[in-house]
């Protein structure tokens, strides 16, 4: 048994001993205990270095609201997660904790130097201090104020656990389990309807886990607790879910849920998944998150030892842990006094309750006198003494705003309580309004925009009999409003502690305010003097104080600094608190793991990979692939020895020079059909359609509205009222939206049907001289001699028995061949054709070379030679512009005087002067390169590769008034050297297409 | 995750299924060649972004793929309504009365 455990005491597990290290110290725990109440047990407070001062640091909590007992955990690789709060964390055989922000070691620490600099790091110091000179900033100050700030240390390795994700409907959510959620369960329970209670403890009851003297209908707390979580268990309506935060609440009653699953356990199942996002959708939603305690602001608040009387209380009565000897006991609200009673009933000293009000309840003062506790009322704390461990408290008497003087008080645990901060964070995520309480001073639920219910401390109402009766009718309430009748339970409560209390800015001191270091926000380490400091500086809205001293912007949100923070800063700028304002709370509640977020979407589910039919193939053959969208395309097809340079080059020789063979599936397919279907597509593509007959194709070109190309691709007329039209491989899903938005919205009188054929059909692309050798036995049903078939034909007929819609088109500038068969075909038919192909060499490309021939004919890449500012005349294909047509999708914005101005980017090619020299696609050109920095770009390159065919490099680029530079010389600033390059017609290789006829 | 309700498939679904398309009510012109070049930037570019009721476009992508118009709340992300294209835009009245 350690030093400050109390035998039998609390609701852990004394029976079974846990064993963990601490900063590689073996600790003795039990079950049932945090990290806290464990090191608290052996006597331990110092538990972490603060972010920015490295004052030592202990917990002020026993929740999750904790700022400062923050640590790092780590079960081997990849699994060390930072900034996990020992109030929270489990302990378990074999836990292995660290603390943070400690260097070299816990008890000394060289960084605790700030704690000296403080004038340096005083707020808004990364404005002031660190300004000048400028270029200290990158080399000096960042990496410096990196190393010494800051919270834990990342995880460095991939995270390999697993973390699910569901889906959940309710009638009534009930978030917190304490008195309020409980009575609201039990009512919405026993109505019948679908009920989720939520809990981010390991156990439920809240409060009644604190308090077992409360008496409930004749039970005490907890057999009164254990026969309702049976009740509710026996329930099949009834979910209840413990270690499940609540973290968001979004529209339409939508609660993020975050559950943790295996972090408290000491062996974890294979493949169990670390924690879990459940996304439930309630009818109604019941908050009942209680109020969390908030600080009393006074020099040296933080020294470990400090903590909140309610924490004091809760690791006495729930663990069986005393967090002292000797403790002392400061408070502005009746709370304290019952910890202070429960800490004497259990063998602690209780040197003398302080309390900062002149008029205290009679009944307390006697029972304090009965337990031989000083009381000093309308007393105030100037100061505390102590290195790693509080030793003592000066108090004074506070007379007519008079401050006494200080008189020490030894103490090994001083306990505060500054009042209770209705939790209202997840009831601000629906902006739900706030209404300022003056009386109580503190904010309250207002307004609300969503079907949800607040009940117990949350809306103000202490104690715990408010608690159960106000959670019994909120739970009625929403049964009721879900469509179920209900009962109100009754719930009568002996030994209930009720009471009140005043809130306070700093505490009144007799010491020099500007050497005070009375924390606000602990974890961000911001003093009350900060807050003044800014307001003194101009700022007056509080939005405005936090981002200058950082006040709430921790990983606790806030919990306990906004309302000190607030009322500091409305004093200072002379106005009620609310015309100050509260800052916004956001999600998530408490600090959430990516992992959690991310759910299955991660590695090979983080989205989905689309395959062609004859994907499989190219994997056979050692294809490498690269990611085009969504698709894996076969980039090229090394072989043994070959890098990606020679591949391609002999892949290109090879096309050129007899027979290449592309899988071209990807190709967004989409079938315009209908009689309407002419008119339809005169309308969306610059093209004139009309007279194109049916058998022939056309090259379609898409604009925007605002008359700059999205897409093209090779559109077959296959009859009167039917087209085959393919899009760029990216742009498939988006061409079809905007085909069905104009036909749908603007043009619904067409008779047009649009599908989408882009999976239907497998397509293989065969170019080279021998291309129309090799198909000729395959096909039926159609003469392929140039005659019959000539370039920019299309034929329904029959390849190798399969029917298919046979083109004869080229992206490569040889002879060429698309075939499109039902895609179940297509890798039937590739084998053959590759088989047959034997006797040609036929070769097999990917992607790259693809993106080499057609560079070298100077056809676009939308999307790579466009950006979305590139009309079809700066792209070079103005011919592709129907000049007769009356209307047709951005028409009117090649009118716009912008789209017409002189200078505008054109598309050109550019030779670099050293046929060797590869450009970079990116890259700026500029005209002058001896101009001064920053240079004037005027273009880029949009294309570059190396061309086997001509023997050197290649490039496409966009630039000012491109077409008129012809021959002219341009640069390329480099970070080594300038490059110069020559600008050409954008056709590199036969110029006159004779080719295409072989 | 907002709920949309799709009036061609007449059921309330998750936001998942939908793609946002824009302001609502603004019709292609006839003759785009006849308007000026104000006019013309107008139909292109100017628009609302309204705070509070706001006419706007979604089509229901991932269901029965058709484009409707809904009545939004920029402030508060609530739908007053949905309805079908190419049926007039709710009367103020209306939207006051769906307000409540
Ligand atoms: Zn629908």
């Given at each position: 048994?350690?030093?400050?455990?109390?035998p039998?005491?609390g609701r852990?597990?004394?029976?079974t001993a846990v064993?963990?290290?601490?900063?590689?110290?073996?600790y003795?725990?039990?079950?049932?205990?945090?990290?806290a109440s464990a090191?608290l047990?052996?006597?331990v407070?110092?538990m972490?270095r603060?972010?920015?001062?490295?004052?030592?640091?202990?917990?002020?909590?026993?929740?999750?609201e904790?700022?400062?007992a923050?640590?790092?955990?780590?079960?081997?690789?990849?699994?060390?997660?930072?900034?996990?709060?020992a109030?929270?964390?489990?302990i378990?055989?074999?836990?292995?904790?660290e603390?943070?922000?400690?260097?070299?070691?816990?008890?000394?620490d060289?960084?605790a130097?700030?704690?000296?600099?403080?004038?340096?790091?005083?707020?808004?110091?990364y404005?002031?201090?660190?300004?000048?000179p400028?270029?200290f900033?990158?080399?000096?100050?960042?990496p410096?104020?990196r190393?010494?700030a800051?919270?834990?240390?990342s995880?460095?390795e991939p995270d390999?656990?697993?973390?699910?994700?569901?889906?959940?409907?309710?009638?009534?959510?009930?978030?917190?389990a304490?008195?309020a959620?409980?009575?609201?369960?039990?009512?919405?329970?026993r109505?019948g309807?679908?009920?989720?209670?939520?809990?981010?403890?390991?156990?439920?009851?809240?409060?009644?886990?604190?308090e077992?003297?409360?008496?409930?209908?004749?039970q005490?707390?907890?057999?009164?607790l254990?026969?309702?979580?049976?009740?509710l268990?026996?329930?099949?309506?009834?979910?209840?879910?413990?270690?499940?935060?609540?973290?968001?609440y979004?529209?339409?009653?939508m609660?993020?849920?975050?559950?943790?699953?295996?972090?408290?356990?000491a062996?974890?199942p294979g493949?169990a998944p670390?924690?879990?996002?459940?996304?439930?959708r309630?009818?109604?939603?019941?908050?009942?998150?209680g109020?969390i305690?908030r600080?009393?602001?006074?020099?040296?608040?933080?020294?470990?030892?400090?903590?909140?009387?309610?924490?004091?209380q809760?690791y006495?009565?729930?663990?069986?842990v005393?967090?002292?000897?000797?403790a002392?006991?400061?408070?502005?609200?009746?709370?304290a006094?019952y910890?202070?009673?429960?800490?004497?009933?259990?063998g602690?000293?209780?040197?003398?309750?302080?309390?900062?009000?002149?008029?205290?309840?009679?009944e307390?003062?006697?029972?304090?006198?009965d337990?031989?506790i000083?009381?000093?009322?309308g007393?105030t704390?100037?100061?505390?003494?102590?290195?790693?461990?509080?030793?003592?408290?000066?108090?004074?008497?506070?007379?007519?705003?008079k401050?006494g003087?200080?008189?020490t008080i030894?103490?090994?645990?001083?306990?505060m309580?500054?009042?209770w901060?209705p939790s209202?964070h997840l009831?601000?995520?629906?902006?739900?309004?706030?209404?300022?309480?003056?009386?109580?001073?503190?904010?309250?639920?207002?307004?609300?925009?969503?079907?949800?219910h607040?009940?117990?401390?949350g809306?103000?109402?202490w104690?715990?009999?408010?608690?159960?009766?106000?959670?019994?009718?909120?739970g009625?309430?929403?049964a009721?409003?879900?469509g179920?009748?209900?009962?109100?339970?009754l719930?009568?409560?002996?030994?209930d502690?009720?009471?009140?209390g005043?809130?306070?800015k700093?505490?009144?001191?007799?010491?020099?305010?500007?050497?005070?270091?009375?924390?606000i926000?602990?974890?961000n380490?911001?003093?009350?003097?900060?807050?003044?400091l800014?307001?003194?500086e101009?700022?007056?809205?509080?939005?405005h104080?936090?981002?200058?001293?950082?006040?709430?912007m921790?990983?606790?949100?806030?919990k306990?600094?906004?309302?000190?923070?607030l009322?500091i800063?409305?004093?200072?700028?002379?106005?009620?608190?609310?015309?100050?304002?509260?800052?916004?709370?956001?999600?998530?509640?408490?600090?959430t793991?990516?992992?959690?977020?991310?759910?299955?979407?991660?590695?090979?589910?983080?989205e989905?990979?689309?395959?062609?039919?004859?994907?499989?193939?190219?994997?056979?053959n050692?294809?490498?692939?690269?990611?085009?969208?969504?698709?894996?395309?076969?980039?090229?097809?090394?072989?043994?020895?070959?890098?990606?340079?020679?591949a391609?080059?002999?892949?290109c020789?090879a096309?050129?020079?007899?027979?290449?063979?592309?899988?071209?599936?990807?190709?967004g397919?989409?079938?315009?059909?209908?009689?309407?279907a002419?008119?339809?597509?005169?309308?969306?593509?610059?093209?004139?359609?009309?007279?194109l007959?049916?058998?022939?194709?056309r090259?379609?070109?898409?604009l925007?509205?605002d008359?700059?190309?999205?897409?093209?691709?090779?559109?077959?007329?296959l009859?009167q009222?039917?087209?085959?039209?393919?899009?760029?491989t990216?742009?498939?899903?988006?061409?079809?939206?905007?085909m069905?938005?104009?036909?749908?919205?603007?043009?619904?009188d067409?008779k047009?049907?649009?599908?989408s054929t882009?999976?239907?059909w497998?397509?293989?692309?065969l170019?080279g001289?021998?291309?129309?050798?090799?198909?000729e036995?395959?096909v039926?049903?159609?003469?392929?001699?140039?005659?019959?078939?000539?370039?920019?034909?299309?034929?329904e007929?029959?390849?190798?028995g399969i029917p298919?819609?046979?083109?004869?088109i080229?992206f490569?500038?040889e002879?060429g061949?698309?075939?499109?068969?039902?895609a179940?075909?297509?890798?039937e038919?590739?084998?053959?054709?590759?088989?047959?192909?034997?006797?040609?060499?036929?070769?097999?490309?990917?992607?790259?070379?693809?993106?080499?021939?057609?560079?070298?004919?100077?056809?676009i890449?939308?999307g790579?030679?466009?950006?979305?500012t590139?009309?079809?005349?700066?792209a070079?294909i103005?011919?592709?512009v129907?000049?007769?047509?009356p209307?047709f999708?951005?028409?009117?914005?090649?009118?716009r005087?912008d789209?017409?101005?002189?200078g505008?980017?054109?598309?050109?090619?550019l030779?670099t002067?050293?046929?060797?020299?590869?450009?970079e696609e990116?890259?700026?050109?500029?005209?002058?390169?001896?101009?001064?920095?920053?240079?004037?770009?005027?273009?880029?390159?949009?294309s570059?590769?190396w061309?086997e065919?001509l023997?050197?490099?290649?490039?496409?680029?966009?630039?000012?008034?491109?077409?008129?530079?012809m021959?002219?010389?341009?640069?390329?600033?480099?970070p080594d050297?300038?490059?110069?390059a020559?600008?050409t017609?954008t056709?590199?290789?036969?110029p006159?297409?004779?080719?295409?006829?072989? | 995750?907002?709920l949309?309700?799709?009036?061609?498939?007449?059921?309330?679904l998750?936001?998942?299924?939908?793609?946002?398309a824009?302001?609502?009510h603004?019709?292609?012109?006839?003759?785009p060649s006849?308007?000026t070049?104000e006019?013309?930037?107008?139909?292109?570019?100017?628009?609302?972004?309204?705070r509070?009721?706001?006419f706007e476009?979604?089509?229901?992508?991932?269901?029965?793929?058709?484009?409707?118009n809904?009545?939004?709340?920029?402030?508060?992300?609530?739908f007053?309504?949905?309805?079908?294209?190419?049926?007039p835009?709710?009367?103020?009245?209306?939207?006051?009365?769906?307000?409540?």
């Open positions: 048994m350690t030093a400050f455990r109390i039998g005491k852990v597990n004394h029976d064993r963990f290290r601490f900063d590689g110290k073996s003795g725990g039990v079950e049932g205990d945090t990290v090191l047990a052996n006597g407070h110092l972490g603060s972010f920015k001062y490295h004052r030592p640091r202990g917990p002020v909590t026993a929740g999750s904790e700022p400062n923050l640590i790092g955990t780590s079960r081997g690789k990849g699994r060390f997660e930072p900034n996990t709060r109030t929270v964390q489990e378990y055989d074999g836990l292995k904790a603390s943070q922000n400690k260097w070299p070691s816990l008890n000394f060289i960084g130097v700030n704690d000296r600099l403080y004038m340096l790091f005083s707020a808004g110091f404005y002031k201090t660190f300004m000048w400028k270029s900033w990158d080399r000096v100050y960042e410096v104020i190393a010494a800051g919270l834990g240390v995880p460095s390999p656990d697993s973390y699910a994700s569901r889906y959940l409907h309710c009638d009534v959510l009930i978030v917190g304490g008195p959620g409980l009575a609201a369960a039990l009512t919405a329970g109505s309807s679908d009920v989720v209670i939520v809990d981010e403890h390991t156990e439920m009851g809240g409060t009644l886990l604190s077992d003297q409360v008496q409930i209908a004749g005490s707390a907890w057999d009164w254990s026969a309702t979580l049976d009740e268990k026996g329930m099949n309506n009834v979910r209840l879910m413990t270690r499940t935060t609540a973290i968001g979004y529209h339409q009653n609660v993020a849920l975050s559950q943790k699953l295996t972090d408290h356990l062996a974890v493949n670390r924690e879990r996002m459940w996304r439930v309630a009818n109604q939603v019941v908050l009942a998150q109020a305690e600080p009393l602001v006074f020099d040296g608040n933080d020294r470990p030892g400090v903590m909140f009387a309610g924490a004091a809760t006495l009565n729930r663990y069986g005393k967090v002292g000897e000797r002392v006991i400061v408070t502005s609200h009746d709370s006094w910890c202070a009673f429960d800490l004497a009933d259990a602690v000293a209780v040197a003398a309750i302080a309390d900062t009000r002149d008029e205290i309840a009679p307390f003062a006697q029972m304090a006198a337990k031989g000083e009381v000093l009322k007393h704390v100037s100061s505390t003494t102590g290195r790693l461990r509080v030793k003592s408290v000066l108090v004074n008497p506070v007379r007519n705003g401050v003087a200080s008189r030894d103490c090994d645990a001083l306990l309580c500054g009042g901060t209202l009831f601000s995520h629906t902006k739900g309004s706030l209404n300022w309480d003056s009386e109580a001073e503190v904010f309250l639920p207002g307004d609300k925009t969503e079907a949800c607040i009940a117990g401390a809306r103000g109402l104690g715990i009999a408010r608690a159960l009766e106000d959670g019994a009718n909120a009625s309430e929403a009721i409003a879900a179920y009748a209900t009962e109100v339970g719930y009568p409560v002996e030994a502690r009720t009471g009140g005043v809130t306070h700093e505490l009144p001191s007799d010491r020099d305010a500007g050497k005070a270091k009375a924390f926000d602990f974890q380490d911001v003093t009350a003097k900060d807050i003044r800014a307001v003194r101009g700022m007056r809205s509080i939005e104080v936090k981002r200058y001293t950082t006040n709430g921790a990983t606790d949100q806030g306990l600094s906004n309302m000190n923070g009322t800063a409305a004093d200072a700028v002379g106005k009620e608190a609310p015309k100050v304002g509260l800052t916004t709370f956001r999600p998530p509640y408490t600090p793991s990516f992992g959690t977020f991310a759910g299955y979407h991660k590695d090979a589910h983080f989905l990979t689309r395959k062609t039919p004859i994907d499989g193939w190219a994997e056979e050692e294809a490498a692939f690269e990611p085009v969208s969504l698709w894996r395309r076969a980039w090229y097809f090394p072989l043994s020895g070959e890098d990606m340079h020679r391609v080059a002999r892949e020789k096309t050129r020079q007899s027979l290449g063979m592309f899988d071209a599936s990807t190709l397919k989409i079938e315009v059909s209908g009689p309407d002419v008119e339809f597509m005169n309308r969306m593509y610059t093209n004139p359609w009309t007279k007959a049916a058998g022939r194709c090259y379609g070109l898409l925007g509205e008359g700059y190309i999205r897409d093209d691709g090779v559109i077959g007329r009859s009222d039917k087209f085959h039209v393919t899009t760029t990216g742009g498939a899903a988006r061409v079809l939206n905007m069905e938005d104009y036909l749908q919205t603007e043009w619904p067409l047009v049907w649009l599908t882009t999976e239907q497998a397509t293989i692309a170019n001289p021998n291309a129309r050798k090799l198909i036995p395959f039926e049903g159609q003469d392929l001699s140039e005659e019959a078939f000539p370039h920019m034909s299309v034929s007929c029959k390849v190798a298919a819609r046979l083109f004869r080229s490569t500038g002879l061949f698309e075939i499109n068969v039902p179940r075909y297509g890798r038919l590739w084998e053959k054709l590759y088989e047959a192909g034997q006797q040609y060499d036929v070769c097999p490309y990917g992607t790259e070379t693809m993106h080499v021939l057609r560079a070298e004919k100077g056809y890449i939308v790579q030679d466009t950006d979305g590139v009309t079809p005349d700066d070079g103005g011919w592709a129907g000049k007769k047509k209307d999708v951005g028409m009117r914005s090649l009118k005087p789209l017409v101005a002189e505008r980017k054109q598309l050109v090619g030779l002067d050293d046929p060797k020299t590869l450009l990116g890259a700026q050109i500029v005209a002058d390169p001896k101009q001064p920095i920053p240079m004037k770009m005027i273009g880029h390159v949009t570059s590769y061309s065919a023997g050197r490099t290649i490039a496409l680029a966009v630039v000012e008034g491109g077409r008129s530079r021959g002219e010389s341009l640069h390329i600033p480099m050297r300038v490059l110069s020559k600008v017609e056709v590199f290789y036969d006159e297409g004779e080719r295409l006829k072989a | 995750m907002l949309i309700h799709c009036p061609y498939c007449d059921e309330t998750p936001e998942l299924e939908f793609a946002y824009g302001e609502a603004i019709d292609r012109p006839e003759d006849a308007m070049d006019e013309w930037r107008d139909f292109l570019f100017i628009r609302n972004n309204k509070g009721t706001h476009r979604w089509r229901h992508i991932n269901g029965c793929a058709r484009f409707f809904a009545v939004r709340d920029t402030v508060s992300d609530k007053l309504t949905t309805y079908k294209a190419g049926t835009r709710p009367s103020d009245a209306e939207l006051e009365e769906l307000g409540k």
